[in-house]
């Protein structure tokens, strides 16, 4: 008996493990934006100032606020496969609308490469919250009594 191949194979990926992968997505524009964005003239020599860019001077409260800003998504990798789907659903809708918004207000920077990742960004936050409201229902069949 031979075998014989035709195509690749496919496996269905569950909604958690999606939401999960594009929260990592996220994560790595974040960063590579970020390093992309200290090539720009100045950029270094600010940050040794101890400025954030248009955040301003690094006071404890703005880096506990961009700490905990950036820290959630990095969570939500584990959180959106770890909760009970019901949480899960709800909380990538909430964060991704509200990532949505931030990310709209981070799109007025200077420069073009910063300005693509951005549109990314909102692409992905876009898709978080599309998958999190289109979550598959779990069919359950009853039995009929006769």
């Not at 509200?98 to 073009?112: D, I, K, N, R, S």
Request: glycine share 4%; aromatic share 10%; net charge positive.
């Amino acid at each position: 008996m031979r075998e014989e191949k035709r195509g690749l194979e496919c496996f269905r990926v569950t909604t958690p493990i999606k939401l999960a992968l594009l929260w990592a997505t996220l994560m790595s524009l974040y960063i590579y934006n970020d390093y992309f964005a200290m090539y720009v003239p100045g950029t270094i020599r600010e940050m040794s100032e101890g400025r954030m860019g248009p955040l301003g001077p690094a006071t404890p409260l703005v880096m506990v606020a961009a700490a905990l800003l950036l820290a959630i998504p990095a969570l939500m990798i584990f959180l959106s496969a770890a909760l009970p789907p019901l949480w899960s659903k709800w909380l990538n809708a909430v964060l991704g609308a509200v990532y949505t918004a931030v990310e709209a207000l981070t799109f007025q920077g200077p420069h073009l490469f910063y300005k693509i990742i951005v549109a990314i960004e909102i692409a992905v936050t876009l898709l978080i919250i599309a998958h999190a409201l289109r979550w598959p229902r779990q069919t359950v069949q009853r039995l009929e009594r006769t």
